[in-house]
């Protein structure tokens, strides 16, 4: 079995998107991947998440357990799982327009809305993605994009 | 036979934010020679500065617990698991199919000083697990007391691992000693956690640790000025 890495990047404020990228980073390890985890920093000064005592304590503790994707990160995956809220896809998509040329023709996973924006950045992103806020969904989701970047490393190698 | 691992022949880290030895190979130590011991894969011996950690990572087939000797880990996992691990408490989660964790020093003033041990599971795949619970110092106090071990009932509460593998820990007063059978087949580690002590005749202090293959019993003797702290890890 070749080995996988996959790089998780979410971008959350109250932990919801975290908690689904989480859930598919999980489906990712039991498909045997090795696996980074990585938060997108926030758009938003400090003075905006002051007034959100919800988004204020979680920033605390993702800084503390997360950095911010790296250009080294994106070079090292053979697959990306991205995970946004439906309501706020501006940092997702900005990573996807910074990180193009590490990504291009990689494998993704998207969970969230902006599908058509990762197709645009390159990736070839395994459907149907998932909207949901199902974390089991999530897991076997994280499961299927490794098992499809295993494929398709396995292709190219034989090809 | 009885082989003496100095604690000066560990791999040693000073990151700033952590200090850290490694027994086993881990990370960026690799030591052919020293790539583990039996089913006991990694033991590390961590000083991590307050407020610093482990930011959030995965595993998968390991069954880990942790030891803390001095100060506070705070410990959050993708299973919604959020505690704080402190001395006299036992932690140990089995990885199994998938887990994603981070460990922080749980203070913003003091540093925790902690060990974490692998082990090898026996079997892969198993369902995620995660165990915390705590014990009276005095159930360590010259004598053994289990930690984590297979027995689904074992003779006092002690988290289960998917090994053939026991850990005691004891903490020897000065010229106290205890006798551990070693049945036939089976093999011991002791680490000296704090302190110092002796081991069939071996004297160890902080960070020494003996491998025992083929011995029949592990005799053990607090000594020095106030005795010392050790784990016993009895392995197949």
Known sequence: ?159 | MITVRRSAERGHFDRGWINTYHTFSFGSYSDEAHNGFRALRVLNDDRIAPGKGFGAHGHRDMEIFTYVLEGGLAHNDSTGERHVLRPNEIQAMSAGTGVIHSEFNASQTEPVHLLQIWIQPAAEDVPPRYQQFAYDPSEKQNRLRLLVGPDRNPPEPAAFIHQDARAYASVLAPGKTLEQPIAPGRHAWVHCASGNIIVNGYTLQEGDAVAMSGERAAMLAGCGPSGGELLLIDLA
Not at chain 1, 27 to 46: K, Y
Not at chain 1, 52 to 78: F, G, H, L, T
Not at chain 1, 102 to 118: D, E, H, N, R, W
Request: proline share 4%; hydrophobic share 50%; charged share 25%.
């Open chain 1, 1 to 159: 079995m070749s080995p996988i890495n996959a790089l998780v990047v979410f971008y959350s404020r109250r932990g919801k998107s975290e908690s689904m990228a989480l859930a598919a980073g999980v489906g990712a390890i039991q498909a045997r991947a090795n696996i980074r985890l990585r938060r997108l920093a926030d758009l938003a000064g400090p003075e905006a998440i002051k007034t959100d005592a919800a988004w204020s304590e979680n920033v605390e503790r993702m800084n503390k357990d997360y950095i911010a994707p790296r250009e080294i990160d994106a070079q090292w995956a053979d697959v990306l799982i991205l995970a946004a809220p439906p309501d706020r896809t501006e940092e997702m998509e900005r990573y996807l327009d910074s990180a193009k040329a590490a990504i291009q023709g990689k494998t993704g996973a998207v969970l969230g809305t902006f599908t058509s924006k990762a197709v645009a950045a390159g990736l070839a992103v395994v459907q149907p993605a998932e909207a949901t806020a199902d974390a089991a969904a999530a897991t076997a989701y994280g499961r299927r994009a490794v098992e499809t970047a295993r494929a398709a490393k396995a292709g190219a190698a034989g090809g």
